[in-house]
């Protein structure tokens, strides 16, 4: 996905929302920070193998779109799909 999502500035979670947010949960935490979960849990045997979560947290927006990043190259998928 590329551009801006409507009403979203550069740089707010709604453009993760935007791009993820079809796979994931993605929220600002109580005390500082993001977390997503998936909205569809992974078995650990699935999990162990590719590498991938069902819970993520980061202190920064740009972490978190780094971490969701990865996790969609380990699952194969294009960004915004």
């Known amino acids: 996905m590329t551009g801006t999502p409507d009403g ?5 979670i709604a453009i993760l929302i935007a791009r993820y947010g079809r ?11 993001y977390y997503a979960v998936r909205r569809h849990s992974l078995s650990e045997e699935v999990l162990e ?6 819970v993520m947290c980061a202190g920064t927006l740009g972490e978190m779109a780094r971490r969701l990043a990865v996790e969609n190259e380990r699952e194969g998928r294009v960004p915004g799909q």
Do not use: C, D, M
Request: charged share 20%; aromatic share 4%; hydrophobic share 30%.
């Open 8 to 12: 979203a500035k550069p740089g707010t």
């Open 23 to 33: 796979h994931w949960l993605i929220s600002e935490a109580v005390g500082g920070g």
């Open 49 to 54: 193998r590719r590498s991938l979560s069902n």
